[in-house]
């Protein structure tokens, strides 16, 4: 007799942890079909600005192939340095707070791979962007989710961290704009939860990639309320207000020592961002100001007739303030998230992403991403209004 030995299992038990994202499911479905309206994506349907390509050709051209330095293109942190300054009313030194990174992915890795020690948690505001607890995951924390609730507008309620808060927990990891929810929280309220933040000592990743696509109110970055810088890691990044997704280029500015350790990650294991995308951004950065004030404008008129077209047809939503997403409510159509998305795509073909892949506070939503064009949205507006109503019947 043969003896079957046990297969040894060599994969990290981190990896083992995490589960792979629920929207890649939806997607491998949707690209499966033909005439999918998709409203499932969360980048841009437009074309990086032709003038940002250019500079990036041009550099080429120059033959500016190599790497750059680790943190980036000196210019480029100058630029950034300025940008955050003026639009953000932030500032940060280019030579020792701040590192470019690939995409804001990388920089949400490296800095939580910089402060999170084993075992030691990181608070999570439910529904949230698919990649956070992975992350924290992987880099040996523990991620804490925090429910926000509806009637909130899914807005994180100061005494919230407080009743989230253990002897272990290192960092709170905020999202305004917030994916999926498109929730905006006030300078006020950014108040409120940085007094949590100094009293129980905690640090903050603020990921402020949808900082620019803010539609109704000035933005607050929150390191600049009062004492938060020293404890902020800000995470931004050209994806989304830039439409440079593939471009895959982000940054992070914070205090110089977790810079210098996220810069001490970054060196060993991603050496630079691409050189031909630094290019591209610093133009971006440097002229780019009017095609991002194009772009929102019309984000700015999609959200109106998106949030008006789903309220109506009785899947309630409250009116973002920015990103561009929109998170209807699905509940009174008696299906979860999941059977919503699902039989909508199979019956009238539009894609969205259902809302508990954002974590346990999104069952019940949707995700719908409206950076497609009007047209499409009318079509999708359309479609998803016969499915409810075939629902009723
Ligand atoms: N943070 C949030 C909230 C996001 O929605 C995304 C992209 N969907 C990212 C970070 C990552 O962006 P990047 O393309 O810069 O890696």
Not at 279 to 292: F, I, P, Q, T
Request: with cysteine.
């Amino acid at each position: 007799m043969i003896s079957v030995k046990e297969k040894k299992n060599y994969l990290s038990q981190h990896v083992q942890a995490i589960k792979p994202s629920g929207i890649r499911r939806f997607f491998d479905l949707a690209s499966s079909m033909e005439d999918v309206i998709s409203l499932g994506v969360g980048e841009p349907d437009f074309v990086t600005p032709w003038t940002f390509i250019e500079a990036s050709y041009h550099s080429l051209e120059r033959g500016y192939t190599a790497y750059t330095a680790n943190a980036g293109l000196l210019e480029l942190r100058q630029e950034i340095s300025k940008y955050m300054r003026r639009r953000f009313q932030v500032t940060y030194s280019p030579e020792e707070e701040m590192v470019v990174t690939v995409g804001a992915s990388q920089a949400i890795d490296i800095a939580l791979r910089a402060i999170v020690n084993p075992g030691e948690e990181v608070i999570v505001v439910e529904p949230s962007f698919v990649s956070y607890a992975p992350t924290i995951t992987l880099a040996g924390g523990v991620p804490v989710p925090i429910h926000t609730q509806p009637d909130q507008e899914f807005k994180l309620q100061p005494e919230q961290i407080e009743a989230a808060i253990t002897a272990k927990t290192k960092a709170l990891l905020l999202c305004s704009p917030n994916n999926p929810t498109g929730t905006v929280l006030s300078k006020q309220e950014l108040v409120r939860i940085a007094e949590m933040v100094e009293k129980h000592d905690l640090l903050v990743i603020s990921d402020e990639i949808y900082g620019e696509l803010t539609y109704d109110e000035p933005y607050t970055s929150f390191p600049s309320i009062a004492s938060m810088q020293k404890r902020t890691i800000l995470i931004s990044g050209f994806s989304k207000a830039f439409a440079m997704t593939g471009w895959r280029l982000g940054f992070a500015c914070g205090p110089k020592e977790i810079i210098a350790a996220m810069l001490k990650i970054h060196q060993y294991t991603m050496m630079c961002a691409p050189t031909m995308a630094q290019y591209a951004a610093l133009e971006a950065l440097s002229n780019g100001a009017k095609d991002v004030m194009k772009m929102k404008e019309s984000y700015r008129q999609r959200r109106s007739l998106v949030t008006r077209s789903l309220n109506e047809m009785g899947l309630a939503c409250h009116l973002p303030g920015g990103s561009f997403y929109v998170f209807p409510c699905v509940k009174e159509t008696g299906l979860t998230s999941e059977e919503f998305a699902e039989q909508l795509l199979l019956k009238e073909k539009v894609a969205v992403v259902p809302g508990n892949v954002f974590g346990e506070s999104g069952e019940g939503y949707i995700r719908c991403s409206y950076a497609s064009s009007i047209p499409k949205l009318e079509e999708a507006m359309r479609r998803i209004q016969r499915f409810v109503q075939s629902l009723q019947s």
